[in-house]
């Protein structure tokens, strides 16, 4: 049966992990936020002054609305910050602006993670959408070819998670380093720049361990159809 495989209890504690997760990084950014970072410089100070003492001029900053929404556009080379991270000076505030500007830096490197990752986007975000429907098919009409294509296409989405996991680490790495050298922060701030940033990179660990163990699961439902 589908619906009730052994596997499911491990997709359940990790779900229940990624909710963890998702608990941890609002209530880490909430926590930071009500911390002023010496310096006194908001996040779209720290951010542009970063991408300007690395050669980024020609990359934009905007401001964009809800928290935690902040990202790098790679299309249109923007950095984009929620509200509270462009306006405020906290803690929180430059740890995040300061992590997106390192997504910016490692696409002007080629850093060679996210140039695979940006390569497979178009295939994963097309295959995507249809291993569910082949892999559902496929075990209601019993059609092993159907649930082999269904796992080929979900292995794409996990394999696209997993590559995302270094991405996520070397851009806060870069962030930490660049903050400290470049007078962001004090020494004394580092332990919450790494609580905010650490969180954050949890709910991607979190998120590709479902998606890990849901494709273990199909496999092993798969191979025991075809015993």
């Known amino acids: ?40 410089l908001t ?14 001029h020609d990359v ?19 950095v ?30 080629s850093y060679p993670m996210l140039v695979l990752r940006h390569k497979m986007f178009p295939l994963v975000n097309l295959v995507s959408g249809i291993a569910p429907f082949l892999l ?19 292995s794409l989405a996990v394999i696209f998670q997993l590559v995302t996991l270094p991405v996520e680490f070397n851009a806060s790495s870069r962030a930490r380093d660049l903050m400290i050298s470049e007078g962001f922060i004090r020494s004394e701030e580092e332990g919450g720049v790494a609580k905010v940033l650490n969180a954050a990179a949890l709910t991607y660990v979190a998120a590709a361990l479902i998606s890990l163990l849901e494709l273990l699961k199909f496999i092993m439902i798969f191979a025991s159809n075809r015993e």
């Open 136 to 154: 559902i098919a496929g075990f209601i009409f019993s059609v092993s070819g159907l649930i082999g294509a269904g796992i080929v296409f979900f």
């Open 60 to 78: 934009q900053i905007e401001p964009v609305q809800g928290r935690l929404t902040d990202h790098y556009d790679p299309m249109n080379r923007v």
């Open 80 to 109: 984009r910050l929620s509200e509270p991270v462009y306006y405020e000076s906290s803690i929180s505030a430059i740890s995040v602006a300061c992590h997106e500007v390192g997504h910016a830096i490692q696409h002007a490197n």
């Open 43 to 56: 996040g779209y100070q720290a951010a542009r002054q970063m991408l300007d003492n690395n050669g980024l």
């Open 1 to 40: 049966m589908l619906f009730f495989h052994p596997m499911d209890f491990l997709i359940i504690i990790a779900f229940g992990i990624s909710l963890w997760a998702q608990f941890r990084v609002k209530s880490t950014f909430n926590k930071w936020t009500e911390v002023q970072a010496s310096s006194g």
